[in-house]
């Protein structure tokens, strides 16, 4: 049965076979299981950091639509990887999307969103104008939760593509999720507020996310001068400025 079972593969093109030698009972432990048999030509583990590292924006694109690599993809209606100018002179990075951003498929696009373009005209910003805007991870977290830690390394070989790809001169972190993506550490806000940090070489600066100002107005004064520090980074001289409150 064997020879003929060779005679139909080598017709097929699929002869000769190879196994793997038996392990000696020297070499094997008492009761250990076999290792399982090498099958000739099967592809290598395909690296998926690797991968999406050297992906452009459309197959970065595709990528984040298809992705199953967490939980989070089940309940989203879309991923929603970034939106603005793909050559920014300032990024900056947010949680996750929330209800409306599932539904629209574009970062801060509710309340949330208005009050980020509030901030960003405050110190002479427009979205989409040297401006990109993206989040930690691109799938809806459930009831608007903080994403959990395997969610987020999920995503962030998506993330240091997008930075890659986009090489903004300052990042802007909103939020302590965002903050401790990009720094890989973990973040309190008010000790990282008002210093000058890195990400890969790139200066980074952290600061409240919106909903978070929504929710606590009186931190909007901080807010602001969060945002002051980060145009005196952009500008190369970080010197924080007076408090002022953004409308909204």
């Known amino acids: 049965m064997s020879r003929r ?17 038996a392990p000696s009972a020297a070499a094997a432990p008492a009761g250990a299981e076999p290792p399982p048999a090498a099958t000739v030509g099967a592809p290598a583990p395909v690296d998926r950091a690797a991968a999406i590292a050297a992906m452009a924006w459309d197959e970065l694109r595709e990528s984040v639509a298809a992705c199953r690599a967490c ?9 929603v990887l970034g ?17 409306e951003e599932d539904a629209k498929g574009e970062p801060f696009v509710g309340q949330a969103g208005r009050l980020l373009d509030a901030m960003l005209a405050a110190i002479g910003l427009q979205r989409g104008r040297e401006v990109y805007i993206a989040n930690a991870v ?30 903004p001169k300052l990042i802007v972190a909103l939020g302590r999720p965002a903050a401790q993506t990009l720094l890989d550490r973990e973040v309190k806000i008010a000790a990282e507020r008002g210093k000058l940090l890195h990400y890969r070489g790139t200066p980074l600066v952290v600061t409240y996310h919106p909903a978070y100002l929504l929710r606590n107005l009186g931190d909007k004064a901080r807010a602001w001068e969060d945002l002051c520090f980060a145009r005196a980074a952009y500008q190369g001289s970080a010197k924080p400025s007076g408090a002022q409150v953004f409308p909204g």
């Open 138 to 167: 691109k799938c809806r977290p459930p009831d608007n939760r903080t994403p959990e830690p395997d969610e987020i390394a999920a995503c962030r070989p998506y993330l240091a593509r997008q930075i890659e790809l986009l090489a």
């Open 5 to 21: 079972r060779d005679s139909v593969l080598r017709e097929m093109g699929l002869a000769p076979l190879w196994k793997l030698r």
């Open 83 to 99: 939106v603005g100018d793909l050559h920014p002179d300032w990024l900056f990075v947010g949680e996750g999307p929330g209800a």
């Open 71 to 79: 939980g989070l993809c089940r309940a989203r209606k879309q991923a």
